[in-house]
């Protein structure tokens, strides 16, 4: 069966330190990968993703950047953070057919402060 | 350009029926899915809809009209359980990107 890992569950960074979230699935090849933020009480803002390694859109610009180095795994960095920044950050994954759904892994809190 | 809409927030009853509509504007559609995502924690799949029609599963039972850019949720014999947030979600035409709504809280009162 599959399954997708994200850590940490939760960071307190300050303003102006750098970010390195990771994000593993395992079970399944060449998955459609994402990265999405949710502001306290808001939905949720898709920020970057992949179909393939190396291959990453992205749909807000923004200081985050993403890479996927290998199959299945994805990365959301920052050089400098800002207040801004702060929120729920989710990866997720999906097959590549028309019915396939979105799987999210637990979430990383992020705090900048 | 990409709009789908909810209502913010619903009240209901412990026992009763509950129905959260979603309406959308998107430049493809290749589905819609529903997800509950309770507080702090990630979303999870409750339903998908294709085509038109309504789609049961237990409980909970989705509705889709395409040609209305229309979908509602409905939530039977409610349980404290179920209050959270309820997402509303569209695949685009090329397969690629899911849109979500702002999702409806959903508070189930005693």
């Known amino acids: 069966s599959q399954t997708i890992h994200q850590w940490p569950a939760t960071l307190v960074q300050p303003v102006g330190s750098p970010l390195s979230l990771e994000c593993t699935v395992e079970?399944?090849?060449?998955?459609?990968l994402y990265w999405y933020r949710q502001a306290a009480g808001r939905g949720l803002q898709l920020l970057f993703y992949?179909?393939?390694?190396?291959?990453i859109s992205s749909e807000v610009p923004q200081n985050l950047s993403a890479s996927r180095p290998q199959d299945r795994q994805f990365i959301l960095s920052s050089k400098k953070l800002l207040l801004s920044d702060s929120g729920f950050y989710l990866c997720?994954?999906?097959?590549?057919?028309?019915?396939?759904?979105?799987?999210f892994g637990s979430g990383t809190q992020l705090s900048v402060l | 350009g990409q709009n789908i809409d909810q209502p913010t927030e619903m009240t209901a009853t412990e026992g009763a029926i509950v129905q959260i509509n979603c309406t959308y504007q998107?430049?493809?559609?290749?589905?819609l899915f529903w997800y509950q995502q309770h507080a702090g924690e990630a979303p999870t799949f409750l339903s998908y809809?294709?085509?038109?029609g309504l789609e049961e599963k237990g409980r909970f039972s989705s509705f889709l009209s395409r040609s209305k850019g229309y979908s509602y949720l409905l939530l039977k014999e409610l349980q404290m359980k179920d209050s959270a947030s309820y997402l509303c979600a569209v695949r685009d035409n090329y397969g690629q990107n899911f849109v979500f709504g702002p999702g409806t809280r959903l508070s189930v009162l005693p």
């Open positions: 997720a994954w999906s097959g590549t057919g028309g019915s396939e759904k979105l799987f």
């Open positions: 079970g399944t090849s060449n998955p459609n």
């Open positions: 809809n294709v085509l038109d």
């Open positions: 992949s179909v393939g390694i190396g291959q």
């Open positions: 998107t430049s493809g559609f290749n589905g």
